[in-house]
Nanobody, 130 residues
Framework: QVQLVESGGGSVQAGGSLRLSCAAS????????MAWFRQAPGKEREGVAA????????SYADSVKGRFTISKDNAKNTLDLQMNSLKPEDTAMYYC???????????????????????WGQGTQVTVSS
């Protein structure tokens, strides 16, 4: 079972930036998805940004396009999320997730669906004040 540990959350004013990082205990397989999800109180968990380890293709939720950037460092076994121009509506618990290697790449839509992930971190809180 992969261990995922998030860090980098915190409180920031609207317009500010934060960088989240996820450290994974091990990577196996040649093609697997990794992603950041978030869940605000009273709302469903939603995919924010994802990346396919094999193709390097990325996918972003419409609400964060142009503001968030996902990146993966294979040497360090980390997954980062750079969040700029933060808005109060970005306030949520953010989770790192990893899916199994399937031998094929997921579509950009599938990359943002929790169904395709089976390992989750404990989450890190992001709070954006107006």
């Amino acid at each position: 079972q992969v261990q995922l540990v998030e860090s980098g959350g915190g409180s920031v004013q609207a317009g500010g930036s934060l960088r989240l990082s996820c450290a994974a205990s091990k990577y196996t397989g040649s093609t697997y998805p990794m992603a950041w999800f978030r869940q605000a109180p009273g709302k469903e968990r939603e995919g924010v940004a994802a990346i396919d380890s094999g193709t390097g293709s990325t996918s972003y939720a419409d609400s964060v396009k142009g503001r968030f950037t996902i990146s993966k460092d294979n040497a360090k076994n980390t997954l980062d999320l750079q969040m700029n121009s933060l808005k109060p509506e970005d306030t949520a618990m953010y989770y790192c997730a990893r899916g199994p290697s399937r031998g094929y790449a997921l579509t950009t839509r599938q990359l943002l669906l929790a169904f395709y992930y089976n390992s989750w971190g404990q989450g890190t809180q992001v709070t954006v004040s107006s």
